[in-house]
C-alpha cells in the first residue's frame, strides 16, 4: 500500500506540475467563468429576456437600439394587411409599405430592408429575404397575421364579433401541477449534460491514461520500475492519478461554470437553469455513478495501455473498448427518454453502462433502493476486477515489445501462466 | 550472504532456452556471467529478478527462497530506460522511495551517487537533456541509490567512454570491498578479469565453465609455456622448437610475437631452460603462459560449437 502511495504521488506530480494540462485548465475556467459573466457587462437582453441588473437604459441607448430595428416591408395587392396587427405580431420590427412588387424586391434586394412579404391574396403571400438565416422564423409569424386578417375580414362580413369569438375559443385554463416523485421534463437536461460530461472524462482522460502506461514501455523504464515494486501498486497508481487529475482539471472547470452561473443566475434570466441548475441529490448519485464508472474504463484503459509498447499503436489497442463506450452512450442518451424501460433497467445494472443509465434513472425515473445498492456493488466490484486484471496483463506486457498484443491472446497467455 | 541458482531451466512456448543453469556468489565477491548474445545471461538475471518466472529450478540466499522484493537490490537491465522528460533528482528519489527508503534518505542518496558518479550538475535537468553517457551514468546512480545489498549489472560498460568506465570500475570495486554481491555480465572480458573473482560462461543455454577464476586460469595455463626470442621470429622459433626438442614440448599457439607451448609428457620446465640455455635462442620472454579470460572464453565457447 505505501508503494501505490509513492507512485500516485509521482504520478500527481506529473499531472500537476504539466504547464500545458495546468494552463489547459486555468484557460478553460477563465473562458468558462467569462462567458457566464457576460450579461453582467454586455447587454445581452435580446439574447435572456433580461436587462442588465442596475442599469436602466437612457434614451441615447433607447435611440440607439431605435436605429437598429431591422426594416420590414410589405406590398398588400390584395386589401387584407393590416398594419397595426403587424407592428404587434413583430415588436422589434419597422414596418414600411412598399410601392410595388418590384419595389419591394429591389429594397430586398439592395439589403436596404431586411425582409419583404408580398401579400397576393386573402391566404397567399410571398416571402423575400436576402440570406435566409438558420433561425429565421418570419414566415412562421406571418402566417398568423395572415390568419387572423382572414378571421377578421370573414368576422366582418358576417357581421360577427371576433373579440367574442376569440375569448370563448381561447378560454385560459389554471393547472397546478403536484409532481409525487421525479419531473423529467426538468431533469432531462442536466442528466444529459452529465452523460456526456462522463463520456469525455472516459474518452479524453482514458486515453491520456493508456498513454501514461504505454510510455513507460516505450522509454524503456518499465524493467527497472517492476523490479522496484509490485505492478498492483504501479497500474494502481497511475491510473488513479489520472482519474484524480481528470477528475480535477473537469470538477475545476465544471466547478466555475456552475458558481459563476449561480452568482449570475439573475442576468440570465434562469435560461441556463436546465443545463446549470443540477440538484444536490443529482450530482450526489453522479458522483458515485459517473466517477464509478469512469474508473471501470479508466482502469480497462490503462489494461489496453499495457498491451502495446509503442504510443502510436495506443489508438488499434483501445479501439475496441472505444466501439463499447461510444454505443452505451448512445443508447443512454437514447434511453433517456424511455427512463422506465426495461432496456435501461437491464443497461442500469452493468458495469459498462451503469454509470450513465443508473444516476439517470436515479434523477428522472422510478428505482427502488436496493437496486441502486446491487447497481453499486456491481460496479465497486468490477472496478477492483478490472484494476487487477489490469494489473495482470500490465506485468504479462513487461519486456514485450513489438507489435500490439491482441486482447485475446493476453488473455489466453494469463490464463496458461496461472 | 550466498546467493545460490539451481538447475534453473526456463522455456518460452515449445522453445526451452536455459537447460539448468547453475551457479553461486558470496558477499564480497563479484561473479562474472559470461556468454555469446543469445547464450541467456539476460533471461538467467531476469529470473534472478522475477521479471521472468522459471520452469523449474531454485534462487537461493543463505539457504532460503530467494524473494528479490525482500532485499534491496540494485539491477542495472539491459534495456537502459528511466523517465525522459522528468528530472534526474525526481526519479532517483522516486526509485529510492520504491525501493524502501523513506524521502529523506532518498534525497540525500541520490545527492550521494550524483556526485560518486560525477553528475550532480545535472540533478535538476531533464533526462532527456543530457548526453548518452551521462545519462548511462544517472541509470547507474538510480541502480544503486537504494544502496542495495545485491547488485546485479548486465552489460554496465556498454556506452561508456574510458574516463567514465574508469569512474564505474572504481565504484564496483568500492561496492566489493563493502561486502556486497555483485553479478556482472559483460563481453568485455578485460573488465570481468579485473573484477570478478568468479566466473560462469553460459553457452546455448547451459553453464558451460564455472568456478573461481584464478583456478580456471590455472587449469587452463597448466604444462604451458610463454617463450618469445629476440633474434627469432616466431615461426622461425616455432620451427626450431619443433624441430630441435619434439621431446620436450610441442607448439600450442601463438599470441603476437610470443610463442605458446605445451610441455610433452615427462618434461619439466627446468629441462626445457637448459635446452634453451644451451641453444643459440636469445630468450627475451620465457615463463609460465596464464591465459586471459578471452582466451579461455574462446577456447571453451569454440569448444562447444564445435
Known amino acids: 500500500m505505501k508503494r501505490f502511495w509513492i507512485v500516485l504521488k509521482y504520478e500527481l506530480k506529473e499531472y500537476f506540475t504539466n504547464k500545458v494540462f495546468m494552463g489547459l485548465t486555468v484557460v478553460l475556467v477563465v473562458l468558462g467563468a467569462a462567458a ?92 423575400y429575404v436576402y440570406n435566409k438565416g438558420m433561425t429565421d422564423h418570419n414566415t412562421a409569424v406571418f402566417d398568423q397575421a395572415m390568419k387572423l386578417f382572414y378571421r377578421m375580414q370573414y368576422s366582418q362580413q358576417k357581421g360577427w364579433d371576433l373579440g367574442e369569438i376569440t375569448a370563448m375559443y381561447d378560454v385560459p385554463v389554471t393547472v397546478t401541477e403536484q409532481i409525487l416523485n421525479k419531473d423529467s421534463g426538468s431533469n432531462y437536461w442536466y442528466c444529459y449534460v452529465l452523460v456526456i460530461i462522463v463520456f469525455m472524462l472516459i474518452v479524453y482522460y482514458g486515453q ?49 461554470i456552475l458558481l459563476s452561473y449561480r452568482v449570475n443566475r439573475e442576468q440570465w434570466g434562469g435560461m441556463l437553469d436546465m443545463f446549470l441548475h443540477i440538484p444536490g441529490e443529482v450530482l450526489i448519485a453522479f458522483a458515485f455513478f459517473g466517477l464509478g464508472g469512469y474508473l471501470f474504463y479508466a482502469f480497462l484503459f490503462g489494461a489496453m495501455g499495457a498491451l502495446v509498447s509503442k504510443t502510436e499503436d495506443i489508438s488499434k489497442s483501445v479501439s475496441g473498448l472505444m466501439v463499447v463506450v461510444m454505443i452505451v452512450y448512445f443508447f443512454s442518451l437514447m434511453q433517456l427518454m424511455n427512463i422506465d424501460g426495461p432496456i435501461i433497467k437491464v443497461l442500469s445494472f452493468l458495469p459498462i453502462s451503469s454509470y450513465s443509465t443508473m444516476f439517470a434513472r436515479v434523477a428522472m425515473g422510478s428505482v427502488a433502493a436496493w437496486e441502486i445498492v446491487v447497481s453499486f456493488l456491481i460496479l465497486a466490484a468490477s472496478i477492483a476486477g478490472t484494476g487487477i486484471l489490469g494489473a495482470k496483463l500490465y506485468r504479462m506486457g513487461t ?20 | 550472504m550466498r546467493l545460490e541458482v539451481k538447475g534453473i531451466h526456463k522455456s518460452f512456448g515449445d522453445k526451452e532456452v536455459l537447460h539448468g543453469i547453475d551457479f553461486h556468489v558470496e558477499s564480497g565477491k563479484a561473479l562474472g556471467l559470461l556468454g555469446r548474445n543469445g547464450a541467456g545471461k539476460t533471461t538467467t538475471i531476469r529470473i534472478l529478478m522475477d521479471v521472468f518466472h522459471a520452469n523449474s529450478g531454485e534462487i537461493l540466499l543463505d539457504g532460503k527462497k530467494f524473494v528479490p522484493s525482500r532485499h534491496r537490490i540494485g539491477y542495472l537491465p539491459e534495456e537502459r530506460g528511466l523517465y525522459p522528460k522528468r528530472t534526474v533528482i525526481d526519479q532517483m528519489i522516486y526509485l529510492a522511495c520504491l525501493r524502501g527508503l523513506n524521502p529523506k534518505e532518498a534525497k540525500e542518496s541520490a545527492k550521494r551517487w550524483l556526485a560518486r558518479l560525477e553528475v550532480s550538475e545535472y540533478e535538476t535537468r531533464k533526462l532527456e537533456t543530457l ?47 563493502e561486502d556486497r554481491i555483485v553479478i556482472f555480465s559483460s563481453h568485455q572480458m578485460s ?35 610463454m617463450l618469445a626470442a629476440e633474434n ?30 605445451e610441455l610433452k609428457e615427462g618434461a619439466d620446465r627446468r629441462k626445457v631452460m637448459a635446452a634453451l640455455a644451451a641453444s643459440s ?7 609460465c603462459y596464464e591465459p586471459s579470460l578471452n582466451d579461455i572464453f574462446v577456447m571453451k565457447v569454440g569448444e562447444e560449437e564445435e
Open chain 2, 232 to 261: 627469432l621470429s616466431v615461426e622461425e622459433l616455432a620451427q626450431k622448437v619443433e624441430r630441435e626438442w619434439p621431446d620436450l614440448v610441442s607448439v600450442s599457439g601463438r599470441k603476437r610475437d610470443i610463442l605458446i607451448l
Open chain 1, 399 to 418: 519486456l514485450r515489445y513489438g507489435n500490439p498484443i491482441k486482447i485475446g491472446t493476453a488473455l489466453k497467455d494469463l490464463r496458461k501462466s496461472d
Open chain 2, 281 to 287: 635462442v636469445e630468450v627475451e620472454r620465457f615463463g
Open chain 2, 131 to 177: 548526453s548518452k553517457g551521462n545519462q548511462q551514468k544517472v541509470q547507474l546512480a538510480a541502480t544503486l541509490v537504494s544502496n542495495p545489498e545485491i547488485i546485479i549489472l548486465d552489460e554496465p560498460f556498454s556506452g561508456l567512454d574510458p574516463v567514465n568506465s574508469q569512474i564505474l570500475k572504481d565504484v564496483v570495486n568500492e561496492l566489493i570491498a
Open chain 1, 36 to 127: 457566464l459573466f457576460l450579461p453582467r457587462f454586455v447587454d445581452m437582453s435580446g439574447f435572456t429576456g433580461v436587462q442588465v441588473v442596475g442599469d436602466k437604459e437612457d434614451d441615447s441607448t433607447q435611440d440607439s437600439q431605435q436605429g437598429e430595428r431591422p426594416l420590414f416591408l410589405y406590398a398588400d395587392e390584395a386589401g387584407v394587411v393590416q398594419p397595426q396587427v403587424l407592428g404587434e405580431m413583430f415588436p422589434d420590427v419597422d414596418w414600411q409599405e412598399a410601392d410595388s412588387a418590384d419595389a419591394l424586391r429591389s429594397l430586398v434586394e439592395n439589403q436596404e430592408a431586411q425582409a419583404g412579404f408580398l401579400v397576393t391574396g386573402a391566404t397567399q403571400y410571398e416571402y
Open chain 2, 191 to 225: 573488465y570481468v578479469e579485473e573484477f570478478c573473482d568468479e566466473i560462469a560462461i553460459i553457452n546455448q543455454g547451459e553453464v558451460v565453465l564455472a568456478g573461481r577464476l584464478r583456478d580456471i586460469k590455472k587449469e587452463y595455463g597448466k604444462n604451458r609455456l
Open chain 1, 208 to 256: 491520456m491514461i493508456a498513454v501514461s502506461v504505454t510510455s513507460e514501455k516505450s522509454n524503456r523504464a518499465i524493467e527497472v520500475l517492476v523490479t522496484s515494486t509490485s505492478p498492483n501498486s504501479l497500474l494502481f497508481g497511475k491510473v488513479i492519478a489520472g482519474a484524480i487529475g481528470g477528475v480535477f482539471q473537469m470538477g475545476v472547470i465544471l466547478g466555475a
